[in-house]
């Protein structure tokens, strides 16, 4: 496994193995990894010659220096797991190899980042969109993969894919869970044992509110009784519970107005901030 924390040999090795005929694959992450990353690297690694693992805690998608600052750094154990799994190569560079100067260009996204994370965390997309471009334009793969716990940020990288002409596939990979039904997350590292105990409610609570959904209650109700069932946690809040048409992110009042409806919720646990979702049919 090759590690590198520059930009110019990465190139340099990623162009000499182009030249033999190789693919490359991409997984952006920000460490503190977990198999929910390892899952997205061994899709990659069964579509690509060569795959690239990029560990950056990027600071412009941070809307809270407490978070920034909080965020788990595990290096050392990322590339032991990393290793495990055969990962080819990983890019950790330090955020002055990314950011030399401040940054300055902003992306908008219409709809797509005004709503549920974009709502609640102003400039957090445009920050993702900034280092995801940088990452593409650095390794230029043929393949990237993102896990669909994150899925607006799928959608709206989707969006920039398409509109920025990037030559390359992006796949969204299934969300691992915990055996409770958690959903995997660097930040859950951060929960005390009781509270990590009570993280389940959220997924509990997607699974009620999708057989309710199916069942014909309305969106409303289910909000309602989403609320219920969270907030009957101590120390868990819910932030939003929303059912959004999964392409382009309009938040729905009927979940007829869809084929592809999803479930979109966040809240915190403490102080740490969790999000899951769940498409309905
Ligand atoms: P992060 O390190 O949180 O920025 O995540 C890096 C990538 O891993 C993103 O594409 C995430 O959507 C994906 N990811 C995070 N958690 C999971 C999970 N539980 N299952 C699958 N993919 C995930």
Redesign the pocket.
Known sequence: MEIFKHIAPLKAFLQSKKQQGNSIGLV????ALHN??L??IKASKLQNDVTVCSIFVNPTQFNNAGDLNNYPRTLDKDIAALEKVECDVIFSPEVSEIYPQPASIKFDFGQLDKVMEGKFRPGHFSGVALVVSKFFNIVEPDHAY?????WQ?FAIIRQMVDELKFNLVLHS?P???ESDGL????RNLRLSAEQRAHATVFHQALLTARQELIKGTAIETVKNKVKEIVEKKPEVKLEYIEVADSKNLNLLENVTASDQPILCIAGYVGEIRLIDNMFIH
């Open positions: 952006p992450t920000m460490g929910g990353h899952s997205l993102f896990g669909q716990k994150d940020q990979e969300t691992s869970r959903a995997m997350s660097s």
